[in-house]
Structures are given as C-alpha cells and as structure tokens.
C-alpha cells in the first residue's frame, strides 16, 4: 500500500515521505488518520535534537535521527488483528501514542472508538488528557481557584477542562496578549502579564488570597517560580510543562516548604496501568472521560485549533514550529491524500 509519513529526518528538518505498512500483528489496529494533531512543545524539542525529550532514557541515547511524533490522531479502522474483539473495520476511532502517518499499525491498548464525535476533536483527546491528569492529581474541588501558567496547546486544554470540573475563577497567565485574549474564549475568567509588575499581587486578589491549583505548563523554572508565588496556603502544583533543564533555583523554604505548598509530578506516564482510583485514572478511562464530556456537549476541543493543513506543508510547518515562539495549534488533515 502507497503510505506517507512526517520524518524529522534531522535536526530542525521535517520531511514527508513514502512509507509502507505491514499487515498488522495479532493485537494490532490498522487505521487510516483523518486528522493528527502537532503537540508543539514536545514536537519541537524532537525536531530540534533535544537530548532531554524523554525522562526514561539516558541523554546520551536521545539524539539519534531519524525521529517520529504525532502522538495524539483520529481516524476509522481499515483492519484488525486475530486478537482484537472488541473494535471493527470501520470504527471510528481516537488514538494515543500514533505518529502523524496516513496509514499505521497501533496496538489495541491505544485505540479509543468515538462513535460520532468529529475527527478534529477526537485527535486533541490524547493530548487533552495530559492536563486532565494533572488536574485530577491536584484534588480540585468544586468552586476552588485555580491558575494555569502558560497558553499553549496543554494550557488552552487545561483550561476548558477546569471549567468543567467547576473551578472558579480560573486564571490563565501567558506573556502574549493574543494568547491571553485566546484564553479569555476558551474557559478563563481572568487572564494576566507574568512580566507585569503586580502578577501575583493581582493574582492574589482576584483568588481572595492565592490560587488553590496551579497547573505549570511552561515547562521552564521561570514559570514554576512564578506560579508559586500566585498559591494560597496549602496549594497545590501540578508540574504538566516537563521542565527539561535544571538549570534555575526555587526558594523552596519561603515558597513550598512554609506555606505547605505540594508539587505534584504530572507526566502522563505517571498513571496507572490498570485500575483508576481518586486522583490516578488510568489513560483508557481518561480517553473515555473526555469523550463522554464532548458527548454531553461541556467540551470542544476542536474550538482551540488555530490552523488545518495538508501533510504535504509538513516542512513549512515544522519550520515554523523551530522558530515561532508564538506557534499557533495546528492539525494535519490526512484525508486530502489519496
């Protein structure tokens, strides 16, 4: 079968090219991508040869091209292997942890049916539970403030879901005012200037003493720094941004250690396998939650996205994704290929 797939063929270059796909294996799904969607901070640092896009393997084995991404798709299932009962030719479906490829084999572990739900929401669900762990780790309440430190693709989600669960207010802080006045349209009631002069004063008040939450997606110390000067006592912080250097300093006594501050890791493998309990669900029963919530209408993440290209734009995207600080979410839409 004619297949194309996104290669970063070295650094700073994204490429598509022609691929082949097996026959897939006895607990594998083939399907064909609708819509795949660009996971900006991590694809970024992929294609630019980062040596700290992974925390299970030694940095002296992560520079190694050629490299693959797009971890969050949709699309329907054109086969299925001899140990896959419960998913059809046909299914429409979500997947975790795919690559932005036309046609590819996943296990079955990954894939999710959406019944109707549209392919542009279904391909911002594996991404959307990342923040949605991180969330359910900090123990939010029902009517508790919460901050959410930076507006990308991980924050604008993390906000929507927020507004679900019922936090109140919710602040969104990012240095860009476009992406501020984004915020304030995608579930923020107040969105602020982390460089201005009285951030976490302001931050403070409009909380009525300091955020309860605080989900830090910037994934640089700066923004940690910060954000924990916007908590209330007892708050907790959900560390979503994947801070990759430990190049900064964090005045731990004043700003965690006196004020009882928890720092909550939230990669997304920080999850169970099996079995979800309060604060820890499992990745298959987070797909199934935000599913439910685009079902009953209090979600759409389809809302966020900025831009759909072609995959045959790959290298002028990914071009802009190295160099544009500002990179907008963008998804790919496979079903112009024939």
């Known amino acids: 079968m004619n297949n194309k797939r996104i290669v970063f063929s070295r ?16 607990d594998e799904v083939q399907v064909r991508l609708f819509v795949s969607t660009i996971s900006s901070g991590t694809e970024r640092a992929n294609l630019m040869g980062s040596k700290t896009t992974s925390w299970k393997v030694p940095e002296a084995e992560q520079a190694v091209f050629p490299r693959y991404a797009g971890y969050s798709s949709a699309g329907v299932v054109l086969k299925v292997g001899e140990n896959v009962k419960d998913i059809a030719v046909g299914d429409r479906v979500a997947l975790s942890w ?3 490829t036309h046609v590819l084999n996943i296990n079955k572990s990954r894939v999710t049916k959406i019944g109707n739900i549209d392919f542009k929401d279904a391909a911002l669900f594996h991404i959307s539970i990342f923040p949605l762990a991180a969330i359910r780790k900090c123990r939010l309440e029902i009517g508790e403030s919460a901050i959410v430190m930076g507006m990308g693709v991980l924050g604008l989600c993390a906000l929507s879901l927020l507004k679900a669960a019922g936090a109140a207010p919710i602040i969104a802080v990012d240095p860009n005012p476009l992406k501020r006045e984004k915020a304030l349209k995608s579930g923020a ?14 931050a403070k008040r409009i909380t009525n003493g300091g955020a309860k939450v605080g989900i830090e997606v910037t994934g640089i110390g700066a923004g940690l720094d910060g954000i924990l000067d916007c908590m209330a006592r007892f708050g907790r912080v959900a560390l979503l941004g994947c801070t990759r250097s430990s190049d900064f300093s964090i ?8 004020p009882g501050i928890t720092l909550v ?3 997304t493998d920080a999850r169970p396998n099996a079995d ?10 987070d797909m199934q939650a935000v599913m439910k919530l685009h079902e009953m ?12 290209h072609s995959p045959e734009k790959a290298t002028e995207i990914y071009n802009r994704l190295c160099n544009d600080k500002t990179f907008p979410i963008v998804q790919f839409d496979w079903s112009v290929l024939k």
């Open 11 to 26: 650094p700073n270059v994204a490429e598509l090219v022609d691929t082949c796909v097996k026959e897939p294996s006895a």
């Open 98 to 100: 795919s690559t932005h």
């Open 189 to 202: 009631d107040f969105a602020l200037d982390p460089f201005s002069p009285d951030f976490a004063e302001t």
């Open 251 to 258: 005045d731990y006594y004043r700003k965690v250690h006196g």
């Open 265 to 267: 890791g939230a990669h």
């Open 276 to 285: 979800s309990s309060g604060g820890w669900w499992t990745q298959a029963d």
């Open 297 to 308: 209408g209090r979600l759409k993440l389809s809302s966020l996205v900025d831009e759909t």
